[in-house]
């Protein structure tokens, strides 16, 4: 593990290297506070730093305060190693955001159990931050199928418009939705339609483009998120999406069964919130289904049409 030593003192910050270096710790060293806020600020910083109180340029308080004032996921583990034993000291040193702290002159016995704790906190701080990660990326994650879930593609909508608004980038949504798929459940079971479901969300993420966005809406329904510079672009990419799925037949089970899809679309106005461009495609939705499935309604009607 990588360790900052900050300490001004020529004599101390040798002897606190090699007995660091003795117990395993990879040891990087500065002899003034602003150095060592430069080391701590690297991309791969030291993740724990012992810190001298009394240093030129920038003290050890101000250093654990600069320290502190950037937000991180990952801050490091500061040690204050001071002379300065009074309880208020202390007060002021923990205040400032340091960890812990170590009295000079120090026992050698004492620093080592020290670094260990701050070792623990490390990794208990390193297994809350994965199980964060981990957490977020489920709960924006469709658990059957593995593409983003409703609340996601909402989500990825709303910077889109924010983005829009901004950019007058041509922003298109499509509902889809999977054609008589009550008959596969009602026909296969469940377990073959959850199959149908997953390959067919596989199918669309593999024709959309990398800027294009799919979701889960809910049940059988598919939320497609089109940005587009220009308006010439957009039908090919719903049509491919149509196509896709038309193309082969699908795995239910042990059986092969043709699945195919309808799609609302909308094209967002500039002005109206997520859930009216989504009434406004959902009503397109109905159309499609209205004029025999499989086919894809625009609303307003698409130009040149
Ligand atoms: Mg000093």
Known sequence: MRVLIAEDDVTSRSILQAVMGKWGYDVVTASDGETALKLLQQPDAPKMALLDWMMPAMDGIELCRRVR??????????????ARGEKADIVAGLGAGADDYIA????NAELQARLGVGQRVL???????????????????????????RRAIMARLQSEMARGGREKAALWVSILDLDHFKIVNDTFGHSAGDMVLCECAQRIAGVIRPYDAVGRFGGEEFLLVLSTPGTALFKDAFERV??????????????????????????WNGAETAAELIRRADEALY??????????EYTPQAPGE
């Open 69 to 82: 004032a950037v937000e991180t996921a990952d801050p490091p583990y500061l040690i204050l190693l001071t």
């Open 104 to 107: 000079k002159p120090y026992n």
């Open 123 to 149: 990794a208990l701080q390193e297994r809350l931050r994965r199980a964060l990660a981990d957490a977020e990326q489920l709960a924006l994650t469709d658990a059957l199928t593995g593409i983003p879930n």
């Open 242 to 267: 149509r196509g896709v799925v038309a193309a082969r037949p699908f795995l239910a089970g042990q059986t092969e069964v043709t699945v195919t899809v309808s799609q609302g679309v909308a094209q």
């Open 287 to 296: 159309r499609a289904k209205e004029n025999g499935r499989n086919r894809i």
